[in-house]
């Protein structure tokens, strides 16, 4: 590979590198990803790997604390082998350990690693209970930091600037992995809308106490609870899941909704796929032959111009959105 530096406009003689790519190069994610394609084919059925980039992580699954150790110390065994193997460093400091359900309090960490409560990954933060919370935390504060740049844009800007700011600085965080926390709990949910309320009336100019139910309408922006609604829903449409003319062989009353799974748990319902498949079937039957995509879009332009702070109130609207 033949590389070339250069620093203030000024370039150096060519020169051939062995080894390692430029630092911030886009080449870099690019190799390592081809370069440890073979991972998984090396694990084996010790684990699943999730790998994005140079970020890897290594999921275990068992109903036997015993099991669970035994696979876990395997697994990570293989995967210091493999850094040995292929030249590459396995550093033990920043892997991290999480342990999530019932087991989670008989079970013994890998050697040199470390056990925690909350781990951030992708910009998520999973906790060990998967409540959530600890993301809405993380989430809360970027939000608030994005209102204080709201309020500073909105004193020397103009409202398309604002309302510019507030998509980049403010919603795109709301909408990321959204299918994932949304569902979480209600107080989570509640969290976030407070501060989008918030965000809508300094964009308006309004009081604290005054209600930005007509803000939300005029300036064409979804609440957090709709765009987690338009998401689920358009994801679960996405999963080819079994209708109810599919699972019974005679005709019913509704038989383009989803089939809902028996389920045991309370966080069962709270899957992206379990709980966009519940609002997709109280979607009116027109809707529900839609592709994804005109789904996503019939369900935006409804929900823009209705202001919803919560599930009952979509639950009460639906008959007068569609």
Not at 33 to 48: E, I, M, Q
Not at 105 to 129: A, W, Y
Request: with cysteine; glycine share 4%; aromatic share 10%.
């Amino acid at each position: 590979m033949i590389l070339s530096k250069s620093y203030h406009r000024t370039r150096e003689s060519y020169k051939a590198i062995k080894r390692g790519v430029p630092q911030g190069s886009v080449l870099g994610p690019v190799l390592f990803v081809l370069f440890t394609a073979d991972l998984p084919k090396y694990l084996g059925n010790k684990s699943y790997p999730i790998m994005y980039a140079d970020d890897t992580v290594l999921v275990t699954s068992s109903k036997s604390t015993e099991d669970l150790d035994i696979q876990t110390f395997i697994s990570v065994s293989m995967a210091q082998q493999y850094c040995s193997n292929n030249d590459l460093v396995f550093n033990a400091a920043k892997t991290k350990y999480l342990a999530s359900g019932r087991l989670e309090d008989n079970l013994t960490e890998p050697p040199d690693l470390q056990r925690v409560n909350t781990v951030k990954h992708l910009g998520i933060m999973l906790d060990q209970s998967l409540s959530w919370n600890d993301h809405i935390d993380h989430l809360c504060s970027r939000l608030s930091t994005a209102i204080f740049a709201l309020k500073r844009i909105k004193a020397v800007g103009t409202p398309e600037a604002v309302k510019a700011a507030y998509y980049a600085l403010f919603e795109a965080h709301v909408r990321y992995a959204i299918t994932l926390w949304g569902g979480s709990s209600g107080g989570n949910l509640n969290r976030v809308l407070v501060l989008q309320k918030r965000a809508l009336r300094i964009m308006n100019g309004l009081q604290p106490q005054e209600s930005c139910r007509e803000t939300f309408k005029s300036f064409e922006i979804l609440t957090v609870v709709s765009i987690y609604i338009i998401e689920v829903i358009t994801y679960a449409s996405k999963q080819n899941l079994p209708k109810i003319s599919e699972v019974h062989g005679h005709n019913t009353r509704r038989p383009n909704n989803i089939s809902l799974p028996a389920h045991r748990t309370t966080l069962y319902t709270k899957k992206p796929s379990f709980s966009g498949a519940r609002f997709f079937n109280m979607l009116p039957e027109n809707l529900k032959m839609c592709d994804s995509k005109t789904l996503k879009k019939r369900l935006t332009s409804s929900l823009i111009n209705t202001t919803i702070y919560s599930f009952d109130e979509f639950f009460d609207a639906i008959t007068t959105l569609f």
